[in-house]
């Protein structure tokens, strides 16, 4: 199985935090639409395999007309084999979200909505600088239900600056009173290139300390638990049987093409990375090329990304695995390093696989750039 990723970069304003890559200018969407038919058709032997997930991403792709996000699914069930019960997420944002654009995108055969929240505090919201409110972030999960979707996400912000325990446990009420079937939970991370990075430098915010922010943490874990959501990756909960599909493919090494400027894509052996600006990918598509850098995987290379994106699951990372198919025995490589893993309650090994703790999780990062590997014979 395979999976498609669309990015679509453009959003209605920049909200203070976000560093993906997207445009404000949305003058010329028809001509990206366009665009990224034309990529689909020119990389369609990128993956050979049945189509079993599809995103829509961004940048805000419920920004995009109905119409827009129905031509790009037919585009794409033409050219690849598509899974009857493909997964199809598309991200939003509560203020695009109307009832009759609900029925209309229930009706293009999106069956999954990501809804970006953030916060349910009005005051949060307005230092974000989201273009929602919180009568918009209530009202949208009903409208959606109505519209019959069975398959909800929201994205949830932890340790913003100002954002208090009393904040957090509102929104983390607020969120589970809607209860949607998945929750994505994110730390504020303050990019440099960002609005929030530039009042950082100049002293106008105060990042929010590590362990407070793990308090923050805690304190999600602890109330999504409660109400029967699963951790099943180190930012995501889910109800039983509503993983992300997609989300779980890149954490298990599914390939993946990425249609779109600053998409990126994997096909076990490569990754590629398209252009992150709008203006050249236009005129390049317009020629019929794609501007795009292409890395190839060494070994090591395979190794790391498997430790990386695994370790961060609850399925953790297979050492069977990683010695039938990379031929690297971990165990014998980091011997030492696992156990201390294991003594201090920060991993677990059974049944051939490594798997973090809730303690672990809380450094999943740190303990795979800790074993990653530099060369590999």
Partial sequence: ????????????????????????????????????????????????????????????????????IAGLLATLTALFTVRPDAEVTLEANPDDLSPQKLLDLRSTGINRL???????????????????????????????????????????????????????????????????EHISAYSLTIEEKTVFGKWATRGKIVPTPDDYAAQHLTQLIDALESDGYERYEVSNFAKPGFYSKHNSSYWRGIPYLGIGPGAHSYNLNSRQANISNNAIYLKELAVDRVPATVEVLSETDKINDYLLTTLRTCW??????????????????????????????????????????????????????????????
Avoid at 129 to 141: F, P, V
Avoid at 324 to 343: I, K, S, T
């Fill in 1 to 68: 199985m395979a999976g498609i990723y669309f990015h679509i970069p453009f959003c209605k304003q920049a909200c203070h935090y976000c560093d993906f890559h997207f445009s404000t200018n949305l003058t010329y969407r028809k001509e990206m639409v366009d665009a990224l038919n034309k990529e689909l058709e020119l990389r369609a032997g990128y993956v050979d395999e049945p189509i079993d997930t599809i995103y829509f991403g961004g940048g805000t792709p419920s920004l995009l007309l109905p119409d827009e």
């Fill in 114 to 180: 990501s809804i970006g929240i953030q916060s349910f505090d009005d005051t949060i919201l307005r230092f974000l600088n989201r273009a929602h409110d919180r009568e918009a972030a209530l009202g949208c999960i009903p409208d959606a239900r109505n519209a019959g979707f069975d398959n909800v996400s929201l994205d949830l912000i932890y340790a913003i600056p100002g954002q208090t325990d009393l904040i957090l446990a509102s929104d983390i009420r607020t969120a589970l009173g809607l209860q949607p």
């Fill in 316 to 377: 953790g990372t297979s050492l069977t695995k990683l010695r039938n198919d990379f031929g690297f025995d971990l165990e014998a490589f980091h011997g030492l390093y696992l156990r201390q893993l294991v003594d201090e309650q920060l991993a677990e090994i059974s049944d051939g696989h490594l798997t973090l703790t809730r303690k672990g999780m809380m450094v999943a990062d740190k303990i795979s750039s800790d074993l990653f590997v530099t060369a590999h014979n």
